[in-house]
């Protein structure tokens, strides 16, 4: 049930990373495996700062804040 519930949000992440990127992204299906990335990146990032996420909203902004990392992370290889 974990990995359904990390590929919902991860599907949410990356089409709101889509919407916050503006045309930076991979298009739909991209961006939703990029989502589901960064939210596993996301949490990574938030249990090295001992940040928490303890419902859908704090999750959601979780992979969001890997997505958009992983994103820029990702553009600074590409011009590279």
Excluded: E, P
Excluded at 32 to 38: F, P, R, S
Excluded at 43 to 72: K, P, Q
């Amino acid at each position: 049930m974990d990995y359904v519930y990390l590929l919902v949000v991860g599907i949410i992440a990356g089409w709101l990373t889509g919407l916050v990127l503006k045309g930076k992204g991979f298009g739909l299906i991209g961006n939703a495996i990029v989502g589901c990335l960064g939210a596993l990146f996301g949490a990574f990032l938030f249990r090295l700062l001992g940040i928490a996420a303890y419902n859908l909203a704090g999750s959601v902004l979780m992979a969001l804040t890997g997505a958009v990392a992983l994103l820029y992370v990702i553009g600074l290889v590409r011009r590279a």
